[in-house]
C-alpha cells in the first residue's frame, strides 16, 4: 500500500513529537514514525521518578502551554535561582526575580512531558505510524519515499529527521557530521534531600567535571554530573552513591535517599554539515548536540521547531528548497552561539592550567557584582 503525506516525521521524542503537534489542524497532512512510542498512561505512581529530567525555558514552557502537551503542576520543578560554584572559590547567583521573572527554568521529567505531548496527538490529526521503522529513503526534485520494514512505502513533500544524536536519516541522505565525544558522560539519578531546596538550582564546577541539582517537586532533586569516569559512580551501591553526590555538593541539601537508580549517557557535541537537504531537513538532536551544563539541548530542539511549524503550517510546497533554506539559515546562529558557549564552558572550567583556574573563577565572582551584565545573561539564557 502507497500512502502519501505533505510531512513526515521521522522520529517522535520530545522534538519530533511536538512538531507533529504543532503542525497538526492545519492545512498539511502529517504523518509521525516512532520505532519505540512512548508509555502514555499508568504513570500516576508517586514513586516513579525518571532520572532524566529537561530544564525547559519559560518560552519553551509557554509553547508547550499552548500546544495544551505540559504535565500537571505535582510533577514540575521550579527553579526561582541558580547559584554556579567554580573549583576555587568563585561564584555566581542568578535570581529570576532580578531579571524581573517567575523562574529561570521548569524541570519536567522525560517521560511526562512525552506523555503529555503523545496524549495530544491521539487525539489530533497526525496519522501516527507506530511502531514503524524505516529501512531505505529515495528523494529528487518532486518528493520523498520513505520504505518501511515490510516493505511499505510513504511518500511526502518533505521529511523532517527528528531521529535523534545517531540519526539514521541523515546518514542515509549522506550528510556528514563532525562529533567531537567530550571524554564526559552525564549521570542522571534522582534523590530525596534532608533538606528543603526551595527552588534552587546548584552547579558546581569542580575542575575534572560539572555537577547539578535541579530542583523537582518536594524535597526531590534531579543531579546531572559529567564526568570522565562515570562506570565508577554507576558501579556504586545506593549508599555509596548517595554519600558521594552529597560530599561533592558539599552537603548543600544535606544527607540524600536514592530515589531513581543511576543511568550514564556519552557526551558529545555533533555539528551536522547541513540540516536540510533534497526533500528533507533535521531537527533536535539530529540537527545538533550540546554539553548539558546548560540544560539548552531540547530547549534548542523546540526552537527548531517553532521556527519549522512558522514557515511550514501555510506553506504551497512544504519541501520547496526556498522554504527549508530559511529554516536552515533561521536557526544558524542560535544553535551555534550554543554551541560555542557550552563547548567555551566546558573547555574552560576542566582546563587544568591554574592561571586558567584564577580566571574561571574571578570570571565568575566579577560577573555576579556586575548587575546589568548578569540580568542580560540571565534574559539571553533563559529567553522570558
Ligand atoms: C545527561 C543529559 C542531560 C540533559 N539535560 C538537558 C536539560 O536539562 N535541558 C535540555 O534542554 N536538554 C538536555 N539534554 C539534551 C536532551 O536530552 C536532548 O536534546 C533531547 O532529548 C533530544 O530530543 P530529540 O527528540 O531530538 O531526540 P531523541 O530524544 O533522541 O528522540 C529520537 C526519537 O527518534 C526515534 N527513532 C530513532 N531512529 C528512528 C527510526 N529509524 N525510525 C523511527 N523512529 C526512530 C527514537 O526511538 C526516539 O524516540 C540532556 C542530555 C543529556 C545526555
Not at 66 to 75: N, T
Not at 248 to 258: D, M, T
Not at 269 to 279: N, Q
Amino acid at each position: 500500500m502507497n500512502t502519501h503525506f505533505d510531512i513526515l516525521i521521522l522520529g517522535g521524542g520530545l522534538v519530533g513529537a511536538s512538531l507533529a503537534l504543532a503542525l497538526s489542524g492545519g492545512r498539511q497532512r502529517v504523518a509521525l514514525l516512532e520505532t519505540r512510542p512512548p508509555q502514555v498512561d499508568g504513570l500516576d505512581r508517586d514513586d516513579d521518578w525518571d532520572a532524566r529530567v529537561y530544564a525547559v525555558s519559560p518560552a519553551n514552557r509557554r509553547f508547550l502551554q499552548q500546544l495544551e502537551a505540559w504535565p500537571a503542576d505535582d510533577r514540575v520543578g521550579m527553579v526561582t535561582a541558580m547559584d554556579v560554584r567554580g573549583d576555587a572559590g568563585g561564584r555566581i547567583r542568578f535570581d529570576a526575580a532580578e531579571a524581573g521573572g517567575e523562574a529561570l527554568a521548569w524541570i519536567v521529567e522525560n517521560r511526562w512531558l512525552l506523555a503529555a505531548i503523545w496524549r495530544r496527538l491521539a487525539d489530533s490529526d497526525v496519522e501516527l505510524l507506530d511502531p514503524a521503522e524505516a529501512t531505505a529513503f529515495a528523494s529528487d526534485a518532486r518528493g520523498a519515499t520513505l520504505t518501511l520494514a515490510g516493505g511499505r512505502t510513504l511518500g511526502a513533500r518533505l521529511v523532517i529527521g527528528c531521529d535523534g544524536a545517531n540519526s539514521w536519516l541523515r546518514r542515509e541522505v549522506g550528510i556528514g557530521a563532525a562529533v567531537s565525544p567530550y571524554g564526559h558522560s552525564g549521570v542522571v539519578a534522582n534523590f530525596l534531600c534532608e533538606r528543603d531546596h526551595d527552588g534552587v538550582a546548584h552547579q558546581w564546577f569542580t575542575g575534572d567535571g560539572v555537577l547539578a541539582y535541579l530542583p523537582l517537586p518536594g524535597r526531590r532533586m534531579s543531579m546531572v554530573w559529567s564526568c570522565a569516569d562515570p562506570e565508577r559512580l554507576l558501579a556504586l551501591s545506593p549508599d555509596a552513591l548517595c554519600a558521594a553526590v552529597a560530599a561533592r555538593g558539599g552537603r548543600q541539601l544535606g544527607e540524600l535517599q536514592l530515589v531513581t537508580p543511576a543511568a550514564g549517557f556519552p557526551l558529545r557535541l555533533i555539528r551536522p554539515e547541513r540540516v536540510i537537504g533534497e526533500r528533507v531537513a533535521f531537527a533536535g538532536d539530529a540537527a545538533h548536540t550540546v554539553h548539558p551544563l546548560a540544560g539548552q539541548g531540547v530547549n534548542l530542539g523546540f526552537g527548531d521547531v517553532q521556527l519549522l511549524a512558522t514557515l511550514l503550517r501555510d506553506a504551497d510546497d512544504p519541501g520547496a528548497y526556498g522554504v527549508l533554506r530559511r529554516y536552515e539559515r533561521g536557526r544558524i546562529e542560535a544553535v551555534r552561539t550554543m554551541q560555542y558557549t557550552c563547548d567555551g564552558l566546558f573547555r574552560l572550567f576542566t582546563h587544568p592550567h591554574p592561571l586558567v583556574g584564577w580566571l574561571r573563577n574571578t570570571g565568575l565572582s566579577l560577573t555576579n557584582v556586575a548587575g546589568p551584565v548578569k540580568k542580560r545573561l540571565i534574559r539571553e539564557a533563559i529567553g522570558f
